[in-house]
């Protein structure tokens, strides 16, 4: 019995006839300007533009540069590409590199909204919090909504301590479609507070949606074994969520592994507790943090006296 023959299918010669169209148009696209235009420099810069975008995850940094920096060439009005150029500086740490691009970006568009909320973050990672904020807040005026962007100047706002400006741009940035971050933010920003009740439930919306968010988590089970409000505190729950916590981190995280053992401690198991602060504070050590080390070794020393730690 002949096997049976398996057609395509398409026709080989109407996928032959497609290719042959797609290289024409692509040929067009680049050779012939678009209306308004007197050269095929607008079409380029775009496709350069284009390829720095595609190769940014993968490419060597020196090329996805110079794909950025040939389209600026070709256009130098092309504000996107200037963008573009700034973000990858940003993402590989460049700095003062990111910034000047981002200004560019920024003398050739004013209102270019992604770049002013780029370069707050920019400024806020470079501890010019007073200078990010004026550049989220131009970011909002450009694009009304931009949850993002509320939600980076809320937390700038918090660092800055003024806390109730700062709740009400995360709380404005949850409306807007703002992601776990700002509400995790919220939740930090209500701690900060005092209103830990309110920060508890923030910290349990997150979950709700979340359920392996590991800030939340954390800061959750940290907050429920060592608060010194014994209506709130539940050592049960801390636990789980401790332990929910140090699993996704592989037990390779002083924060997750020191909030693991104040969860043992309020539970009653000291010697764990004393153990796994120990291993938090040796986890600690290894990071380089001597600070969050010497923290931990303190309440390892609580734990080994068998009293929990309280906040």
Not at 161 to 181: C, D, M, Q, V, Y
Not at 267 to 287: C, M, P, V, Y
């Amino acid at each position: 019995m002949k096997p049976a023959i398996v057609r395509p299918l398409v026709p080989t010669w109407q996928v032959a006839a497609a290719a042959i169209l797609l290289a024409a148009c692509l040929y067009a696209f680049v050779k012939r300007p678009l209306a308004g235009t007197d050269e095929a420099s607008f079409h380029y810069a775009r496709l350069h533009a284009a390829m720095g975008v595609s190769q940014a995850r993968h490419a060597e940094p020196q090329n996805v540069i110079a794909e950025f920096e040939k389209a600026l060439a070709l256009d130098p009005t092309y504000a996107d590409a200037a963008n573009h150029l700034a973000n990858f500086h940003l993402q590989q740490r460049r700095m003062p590199e990111a910034e000047a691009a981002y200004r560019r970006t920024l003398d050739l568009q004013p209102d270019h909204a992604d770049a002013r909320n780029n370069l707050g973050l920019l400024l806020t990672l470079s501890d010019r919090a007073e200078e990010a904020v004026k550049e989220y807040q131009h970011a909002i005026r450009s694009r009304p909504g931009f949850a993002d962007a509320r939600s980076n100047l809320g937390y700038t706002l918090m660092s800055l301590g003024k806390l109730t400006e700062a709740e009400s741009e995360l709380r404005l940035a949850i409306e807007s479609g703002a992601g776990i971050n700002a509400r995790h933010n919220l939740a930090l920003c209500l701690m900060a507070q005092g209103r830990k009740k309110d920060a508890r439930d923030q910290y349990a919306e997150n979950l709700k949606t979340a359920p392996e968010h590991l800030a939340s988590l954390n800061d959750l089970a940290w907050l429920l074994a060592t608060t010194s409000d014994d209506d709130l505190r539940n050592g049960k729950q801390a636990l789980e969520l401790a332990r929910q916590a140090d699993a996704i981190t592989g037990s390779q995280h002083p924060l997750v592994r020191h909030t693991l053992a104040a969860a043992l401690a309020e539970n009653g198991q000291f010697d764990e507790a004393a153990i796994e602060a120990r291993k938090a504070a040796d986890l600690a050590t290894a990071s380089g943090d001597a600070n969050l080390a010497a923290t931990i070794q303190k309440q390892a020393e609580s734990y080994a006296s068998r009293q929990p730690w309280r906040e």
